[in-house]
């Protein structure tokens, strides 16, 4: 079994790490949900750095040190991230970030002009979504509301760079769908509605 893990970096030691593994609830996560955790730490210090684990499906590679205001956790954020997915799949909304606050309760990030179509009338379309997903509690709120830093890479994120004005415009009315007739259109879809002389 691998146990040390050699980093080397232009002919140098760069890094030594230490993988070991133990039964018990990842980082963040409540201990009921305990499971084989293989530990990533630095030697000679011991420093926890990372954790692997089983998450469904998937076997997830978790930095240990997280950064303020993407979302509390490791746990938390990868959870995050899947909400993410299935909101998105659900609702046919980009849903842009998603930060949990406990572990049944979390606000999800959209752009203004989506914000009406993910309540729905009178709250019917986020309640049928929390139930979806289990009964977490969801709270949507704008993106202009996360700090500038954060909403700079969930930019770069959403759409591959651009500026912020390009995905603005673009990512505003993604959720909308164009039925009956275009504006300035008269019969047979010509301008005008005359024919031609």
Known sequence: MLDTVIHIEKGKVHEVLELK???RAPTGMESDLSRPVIEIKRFPSGELTHEMFAFGSEIAVVPVSGKAGEGGSPAWRMAGEELKREATRLTGISILHVKF???ASADIFVDDSAIGAMVGPGGA????????????????KSVTELPRAL?????????????????RSRSGRQWEHSGGKRKGHGKGGKRGGRGRR
């Open 151 to 167: 909403r700079k890479k969930v930019e770069r994120d959403s759409w591959g760079g651009g500026d912020s004005d390009e995905w």
């Open 101 to 103: 606050l406990t572990d």
């Open 21 to 23: 593994m133990v039964v």
């Open 125 to 140: 379309a986020i309640r049928s979504l929390e139930k979806d997903v289990g009964g977490i509690k969801l709270n949507v």
